[in-house]
């Protein structure tokens, strides 16, 4: 079901807000516990940005191939995968926030200026098939909210550990 203008702008506007969000929570995780990890298998606070770092540069992409190409192939990728051959807990959790605020910053106008025929531009996902704009930004919109209530459960769970 389409989205009305109305609910894309709410979307745009939760988008925008993605970083502030993460950063806030970021602010409140001791350096002590950055990368202690909640369970084997789960992500430490400094894993999750540098994910969200990579997670954003993907979505830049995707929505610029989506709105550029006719039906684009939109590559999925192994989050995991991607934190184990890259060893996020030696990338830089400043550069990576920063490329965070940068994607979005960047990402934002181009987002606002879309048209309705721009929000029904398709391409196909590798893993998940049919991929329209409008999926996307579903998508993104809750992306940092996610990860900014992971940081929260990291924090929990380092305190009460």
Not at 69 to 87: C, F, H, N, S, T
């Amino acid at each position: 079901m389409a989205l009305t203008a109305a609910d894309r702008a709410a979307l745009i506007e939760r988008y925008a807000r993605g970083p502030a969000l993460l950063k806030a929570a970021l602010k409140k995780v001791p350096a002590e516990a950055m990368q202690w990890r909640p369970a084997p298998g789960k992500w430490s606070a400094h894993e999750v940005i540098v994910h969200c770092a990579d997670s954003e540069t993907n979505a830049y992409a995707r929505i610029r191939y989506l709105l550029a190409e006719e039906q684009p192939v939109i590559q999925g990728y192994d989050q995991d995968r991607w934190a184990k051959a890259l060893d996020y807990h030696t990338l830089p959790v400043d550069a990576a926030l920063a490329t965070v605020e940068a994607v979005r910053a960047n990402t934002v106008p181009v987002l606002k200026r879309m048209s309705e025929r721009d929000w029904q531009r398709a391409g196909t996902h590798s893993e998940s098939g049919s991929y329209l704009a409008e999926d996307w930004l579903k998508i993104y919109a809750e992306h940092l909210e996610k990860h900014t209530r992971q940081l929260e459960r990291n924090l929990a769970a380092w305190k009460a550990r």
